[in-house]
């Protein structure tokens, strides 16, 4: 956090309890880290399911990529995802639906030929339903970790040596 601008002394008690608790959720196991999301004790309860939303959301885009002939390709793209451990299926009996909060979906489509990914999901977290809390609000976002980026951005372009990596595969290493 030093590296950000962020010092202790910026932080109230219940920011440091909250940090203190993601560090302390941060397991490795299997080559990959477990982490459990800091969550706003007093929102994730009020986050109500949208089990009817998702699925209408669902029935929407099955139907578009029906008819523009894409529905195999964003399915393959579920699938992908699944061999390699990003998602993973669950099941839920249909009386139960309405006690899970769902995360509606569309695909977004790159007709660039130079593009490596022509369909992808985009998955919407802030969906909201009526007053109560979205997902996102729901997910604890006090300290802005990009408090200075311009200094970030001064310091990347004046140091004689910058680092770049495709982080892809150690995103793909972090569980939650």
Request: proline share 5%; charged share 25%.
């Given at each position: 956090m030093e590296s950000l601008g962020i010092r202790e002394s910026d932080l109230s008690n219940y920011d440091k309890q909250k940090i203190g608790q993601f560090i302390q959720s941060i397991k490795f196991k299997d080559n990959k880290y477990y982490i459990q999301l800091p969550w706003e004790d007093?929102?994730?309860?009020?986050?109500?399911?949208?089990?009817?939303?998702?699925?209408?959301?669902?029935?929407h885009v099955a139907c578009r990529l029906e008819k523009k002939q894409l529905y195999q390709d964003y399915l393959?793209?579920?699938?992908?995802?699944?061999?390699?451990?990003?998602i993973e299926e669950i099941f839920v009996t249909p009386e139960r639906?309405?006690?899970?909060?769902?995360?509606?979906?569309?695909?977004?489509?790159?007709?660039?030929?130079?593009?490596?990914?022509?369909?992808?999901?985009?998955?919407?977290?802030?969906?909201k339903l009526g007053d109560a809390p979205s997902l996102n609000e729901a997910t604890y976002q006090e300290i802005n970790?990009?408090?200075?980026?311009?200094?970030?951005?001064?310091?990347?372009?004046?140091?004689?040596?910058?680092?770049?990596?495709?982080?892809?595969?150690?995103?793909?290493?972090?569980?939650?």
């Open positions: 007093d929102k994730l309860s009020c986050v109500p399911s949208n089990h009817a939303v998702a699925l209408h959301t669902l029935e393959k793209v579920f699938q992908e995802q699944e061999r390699d451990g990003i639906f309405d006690e899970y909060v769902w995360i509606p979906y569309r695909p977004v489509l790159k007709s660039d030929p130079t593009s490596t990914t022509k369909i992808r999901p985009v998955f919407n977290c802030s969906l970790f990009t408090n200075d980026l311009l200094d970030l951005l001064l310091r990347f372009r004046t140091n004689d040596h910058v680092a770049l990596a495709d982080i892809r595969e150690a995103f793909l290493m972090i569980c939650l």
